[in-house]
């Protein structure tokens, strides 16, 4: 036993405590910013907060509260828009990789850049632009080249279609770059002899990327899924910039906007808790089922 | 329990604050037009007050009533520290500052459709009937019940919000049509028709993301979306009835469009109705003063009548719309802050300067015969525009406000008028009653 004389030194050059010290600031971050909101977030949310600081417990009936349409629109929303971003966003960022990959392309580094920079814009100020260039008047950008093409203007921002379209389109702009740097870093770990050997055997260009770069590029895009749903789910920029006080007929209502409606806008603070706790079930619902489905829980051989 | 709530909600704000780097409202006072009040006031130290407002428009109207009151009371002068927000933006942080005990200013501007959030459970605002009291019989009345509750006032009024009709007579004039021979919807839709043939332009444009002339309209027929005792009347006779008038206007009678951008306010309205889109719009009186900010053109064109009727017995306007001023029980020179804040807002003088500063109507009737007030303006027709407030002055009700309104008007700006109008994905009656279905809903919880 240590004698208790020695004090802060031998505490400090203790093996067992000096390894909780280095991480002491890393804990209490994630006690107070992160584990006690959560608990409160489960507490509050089996509580009618009514007013100002009065809670009031009422089991399940924030629960059950959420079978409603709007809730259904908002689930409806998310999926949707997750689902677009998928089968938009990896083949096009595969692309974007496997041509800026080609050694003897010429400008690689600046097409790699401006892919990149959106990347780096404030949500906001990129939704200001595309709320612009999607603007409801025959003068505004998109509606322009549509009235040149032969096409009646749209009112962009007033259906739920064209709706989905910006919302998607806004995040593919931005999210583009980031997915194609993934995918770029997944495609320089493949080593080249592999496609030396494949060039030996006869294969051509198609069946080198079919049956060498895809199954090899599968660890990313089980990567760049998880990351998707994740961001699909918890979407609330993208509608906030084009819809930022209310939208009409609950187009573009996602859940955490509906958090957002619930919580803040009509003061329900225990029924935005409870729609974030669903949120996070079915957002790691999926993810597990997802990462079982393409076996990122098998062991190693 | 209450704690718990308050460290979390103090977390948020923190993180919050630090995430969007916006300036914490404690923050060294550095607005300008200060120094004058100092130098007038060597006696006393002038005492800082904080204020939120969600318009830009307001603070200069208090920035000069800050000045007149440091000239009228040099032994307790008043620093005003203004900080002003976007509206969603602002009443969530109030929210937040409220709920978590800390944070909040001390005088704070509110709009009507989040008002009724900060009278649940225990009121944080201050009651303000000491200066209300006195004065009480020179006000529209319903102004002040917006804002109270169990006798209480807990909010000062900015406005009226009459409800008026707006003419273009210049499209009206191609017509031969005659603003003062419309007297009922009726004879409105008669007339529309005629200026829809003579120049194919729609008599008026309905907002369809947001809730006017809907709202002013059922208001006018003595009806609501809740009943004085916050019950849900959302889905009654009148206002299906009311919303099949309106869906006939635009897609029977073709008389009447929606609003580019759904409402009032998109900044793709403005263009439209100041290139003459619409031969009327149907809007509070405050509404004039976007009529001269964002529609130069109209000038000498528009002039303002009372609102047309359903029927006999309906009043011939509804005040729509609103600010109400608080002092929140935070602050810690509370009694200075209501006496400034009554100073601002109650008085003769004040009430004159919210028409000639904001161009808004100002709530206190006895000064609608005052000189400023009668003045004729140039931009509306070269007329006295409040003979037409003063001839109808006992016929502007209100809505009723209780808890559920907040979440009544986003069923139904958000989607009632948007599916009965727009989508047309529901029928009116079908919009109303999943609506009031909704809200029913919130009732019982």
Known sequence: MPKGSLGIKSFLYSQTVAPYIFILPFLLSFLIFFLYPTINTVYMSF????????????????????????FYDAIRTNTLYTFFLIIILIPLAILFATLLNIKYLRGRNFFKSVLFIPALTSIIVAGVAFRLLFGESEAAFMNSILIRLGFP???????????????????????????????????????????????????????????????????????????????????????????????PGNIGLTIVRYIYQQAFQRNDMGFGSAIGIVLLTIVLTINLIQLRFFGAFKKEE | MKKRLALLLAIVMLASMLLTACTAPDTTPKTPG??????????????????????????????????????????????????????????????????????????????????????????????????????RQYFVESRFDIYSKNGKVYGLPTHVGATVAYYNMEILDKAGVNPDDIVTWDDFIEAGKKVKAATGIPMIAFEVSDQRPFWPMIVQRGSDYLDKDGKVILDNDINIDTLNRMYEMMYEHEIAVAMPGGKSWAEEFFPFMNSGGAASIVMPMWYMSRFLAYMPDLEGKIVIRPMPIWEEGNTRSAGIGGTGTAVTLQSKHLDLAIDFLAHAKLTKEANIRIWEMLKFDPPRWDVWDAPQLQEPHPYFGNEKIFNVMLQMKDEISSPNISDLSAAAQDVVKQNVMFRALHERSMTPEEALKAGAEELRSLENK
């Open chain 2, 34 to 135: 200060e120094d004058k009040g100092k130098d007038e006031s060597k006696a006393a130290e002038p005492t800082p007050l904080n204020f939120w407002v969600f318009e830009e428009l307001h603070v200069a109207f208090y920035k000069d009533a800050l000045n007149s009151w440091n000239e009228a009371n040099p032994d307790r002068p008043v620093e005003l520290v203004v900080e002003s927000y976007p509206n969603a933006e602002m009443h969530n942080k109030l929210l937040i500052a409220i709920q978590s005990g800390v944070g909040a200013p001390d005088i704070v501007d509110i709009n009507i459709n989040y008002f009724a959030n900060f009278l649940m459970g225990d009121i944080q605002l201050a009651e303000l009937n000491r200066v209300v009291d006195p004065v």
């Open chain 1, 153 to 247: 203007a749209q009112r962009w921002a007033f259906s739920h279609s064209t709706g989905m379209l910006l919302m998607v389109s806004l995040a593919t702009w931005k999210m583009v770059g980031i997915y194609m740097v993934y995918f770029i870093s997944g495609l320089q770990a493949i080593p080249e002899e592999l496609y030396e050997s494949a060039e030996i055997d006869g294969a051509n260009s198609i069946s080198k990327f079919t049956r060498i770069t895809l199954p090899l590029l599968k660890p990313i895009v089980i990567y760049a899924l998880t990351i998707i749903i994740f961001d699909g789910y918890r979407m609330f920029g993208e509608s906030y910039v084009f819809w930022n006080e209310g939208m």
């Open chain 1, 47 to 70: 509580h009618e907060v009514y007013g100002m600081g009065n809670m009031n417990f009422i089991g399940l009936s924030n629960y059950q509260r959420l079978f409603n349409q709007n």
